[in-house]
């Protein structure tokens, strides 16, 4: 769960969760189907797709993001040890986590009666396309 297992160490290669706004990485995945059509191990691809902007905004707000970069970084054992990391109050980070639970963003292990939150990625790369589906190419330029 909480960046923990084999690729824990200082040569691994982060495990980034891409996260995109409206559709997913088509080519990305046909990518990965033709390679394991080939009998390839494909290399590890994390996404997450919304498409109601506020679940993005959700994701993007300072708070969350402190939030998220306090998990990746100290590893907290409890909501409550990463309170004190952060300087607030329980209840709000309480609140922020289950917010990051619901966007999948975040995963609690249950240890007797606290709850410890993790995230099993280092990084998160966000993309926000600006056109809305025109399949025109983005470097495309023209004079007039």
Do not use: C
Not at 120 to 143: C, K, Q, R
Request: no cysteine; charged share 40%; proline share 6%.
């Amino acid at each position: 769960m909480a960046n923990t297992g084999p690729d824990d160490g200082e040569d691994a290669p982060p495990r980034t969760m891409h996260i995109r706004f409206g559709h997913g990485n088509e080519e990305r995945i046909e990518e990965t189907m033709r390679a394991l059509d080939r009998g390839e191990t494909p290399d590890a691809y994390f996404e997450r797709v919304y498409r109601d902007e506020d679940d993005l905004h959700r994701v993007t707000r300072p708070k969350n993001l402190e939030l998220l970069r306090t998990l990746a970084r100290e590893r907290p054992e409890s909501i409550r040890e990463t309170a004190r990391l952060v300087d607030r109050d329980v209840r709000q980070v309480h609140r922020n986590l289950e917010e990051l639970e619901e966007l999948s963003l975040v995963e609690f292990e249950a240890d007797g009666r606290s709850k410890q939150p993790g995230v099993w990625y280092d990084e998160i790369a966000v993309e926000l396309p600006l056109n809305s589906g025109d399949e025109t190419d983005a470097n495309e330029t023209t004079e007039v």
